[in-house]
């Protein structure tokens, strides 16, 4: 079945207010909807870019629909496909020349048309690892094809809470060539979504609630332990990670318990609860090579409640990865739950409002952000150092502003780790700040911070920092950098 869009009055509204800047004042990114014909609705639950440039759309519904003309200047050149449906809340799509594999509540499936004429008619279980009962929280989030051939699985627990059937609250790793699916890693609470970084390492976002004192990109590091104990009593029926680690004491610290439990890996980046959204969901890597701007290699983290889209640059620090979390960009018309980023540089991003609402007040979306060519003036990159940080721009700075202590503050804080929902934000230090570099071309300035505090998310503020040449503030004024590791320590 394929169904044009017919723009008329109601749409050509729609696609002027859905328009807006960037989170700061002219920002160069600007946020378009992608035309949907009358009647279909799409509660966007997964996203994929097919070779030949269209635009697949898995929902929670349980339709794939195939979109023509997606990223596409002319309305009337947009056309919907449905590839298939009966399915069961499609949270992952991932292409490659043998089919659409898509992960569904149950299973993660392959589809094939196998007589060309556009609708999927093989349906392949691909796995069907873990298990169901009808908790209506049992999500099962799919990621996109590794580059070892393999597509990744994080298994929300029953309820966001409890563990009641085997394998709620793990990652698996599903090899469809093999028809091997291996545990890879447990202590999941409730993931959003999962992307794939440019070093081809996995991540997923999980939310705040038990054991997770604020919602985090996290890094399933084959093997490791996530935060969440609840689902460690499947160790009773696999040996695929060996040996069940101890759980962890509740009212204690992430920090504190990396020492008890040998395989956690702490949360890679935290996205601070109610400052930076407050469910963060799908994830996608800048692999544009500068189509989208600035941001290469990092990831572009979409948020649901606050209908919004996060950036994060990481790296490693002795084997553990950290980074700093922005904002990037606001105003999306529906609660985002999936991202795709073409070699063109359109950013698709779709979602729902169903179970938790979100700020843009749409019942769901599809929307496509373009970039103008204008260079955003931003923190490009927030890197550790023994002592403090080092500061990377998109633009040359000012030098006095920069030159000038009082263009920046900080606090630092970390949460408790506890079985309760969520945590405060405790422990807090304000460390002194000294400027000890700002580099001749006004790229990069190095700052000085005196505490360090191992654990604790460092938050950045540059209310002075100003564009050198036009005097101009930064877009998004703020960092908050995970401080996992110290380099040197």
């Known amino acids: 079945m394929r169904l044009a869009c017919n723009p008329g009055p109601l749409l050509a509204a729609v696609f002027c207010l859905a328009a807006g800047p960037a989170a700061g004042d002219d920002g160069p990114y600007v946020i378009e909807p992608v035309p949907v014909p009358d009647g279909v609705v799409l509660e966007v639950g997964a996203l994929e870019l097919l070779p ?7 929902t929670r519904r349980g339709e794939v629909w195939l979109v023509t003309g997606a990223g596409g200047d002319d309305p009337d050149q947009v056309a919907f496909d449905l590839h298939a449906s009966g399915l069961h809340e499609i949270l992952g799509l991932a292409w490659r020349e043998d089919g659409l594999y898509l992960t569904q509540r149950p299973e993660l499936t392959r589809l094939r048309d196998l007589n060309g004429d556009g609708r999927a008619d093989a349906f392949d279980t691909v796995s069907d690892f873990w298990h169901i009962n009808g908790d209506y929280h049992e999500y099962a989030f799919g990621s996109r094809f590794t580059p070892d051939g393999e597509i990744w699985v994080t298994l929300c627990l029953t309820g966001s809470f409890n563990s009641h059937v085997p394998f709620r609250g793990w990652a698996a790793r599903i090899d469809p060539d093999k028809g ?5 890693a447990h202590g999941i609470r409730s993931p959003g979504g999962m992307g794939i970084n440019a070093a081809g390492d996995v991540f997923y976002c999980d939310n705040q609630g038990p054991w997770n004192g604020s919602s985090a990109l996290k890094h399933l590091q084959p093997g490791s332990f996530q935060g969440h104990p609840a689902g460690n009593r499947w160790f009773e029926i696999t ?3 060996g040996e069940r680690p101890p759980d962890p004491e509740s009212g204690s610290r992430i920090e504190d318990q990396r020492r008890r439990i040998p395989n956690f890996v702490p949360p890679a980046v935290v996205l601070p609860h109610g400052k930076l959204g407050q469910s963060p969901t799908g994830i996608v890597c800048d692999l544009t ?5 600035p941001f290469k290699e990092q990831l572009f983290v979409a948020e649901q409640t606050h209908s919004q889209v996060q950036r994060v640059f990481l790296e490693q620090v002795n084997g553990v990865y950290q980074g700093a979390a922005f904002p990037f960009l606001s105003g ?10 073409g070699a063109d540089g359109v950013l698709y991003v779709g979602g729902s409002d169903r179970g938790w609402g979100a700020r ?6 599809l929307e496509r952000v373009r970039w103008d060519g204008g260079t955003p003036f931003e923190v490009l990159e927030m890197r550790v150092r ?3 940080f080092e500061l990377v721009f998109t633009e040359p700075v000012e030098h006095d502003s920069a030159a000038d202590a009082a263009s920046y503050h900080m606090e630092a804080y970390t949460y408790i780790y506890r079985s309760e929902y969520g945590s405060p934000e405790v422990d807090q230090v304000e460390p002194g700040l000294e400027v000890l570099e700002v580099s001749d071309d006004g790229r ?15 938050d950045l503020r540059l209310p002075g920092i100003r564009a050198a040449g036009d005097g101009r503030a930064l877009l998004n004024p703020r960092a908050w950098y995970t401080l996992n590791e110290i380099p040197g320590t």
Do not use: C, I, Q, Y
Not at 180 to 184: E, I, K, M
Not at 289 to 293: K, L, M, N, R
Not at 444 to 452: D, F, I, S
């Open 332 to 341: 999306f018309a529906s609660g985002n739950t999936a991202v795709a980023l």
């Open 52 to 58: 030949d440039g269209r635009l697949a759309v898995g």
């Open 386 to 388: 023994p002592d403090g």
């Open 180 to 184: 091997t699916t291996t545990p890879v």
């Open 360 to 365: 843009g007040g749409r019942r769901w979306n």
């Open 289 to 293: 090579d500068g189509a989208f701007g």
């Open 239 to 241: 040996d695929a990670l």
């Open 444 to 458: 990069r300035v190095v700052l000085k911070v005196e505490p360090m505090t191992r654990g604790h998310v460092h």
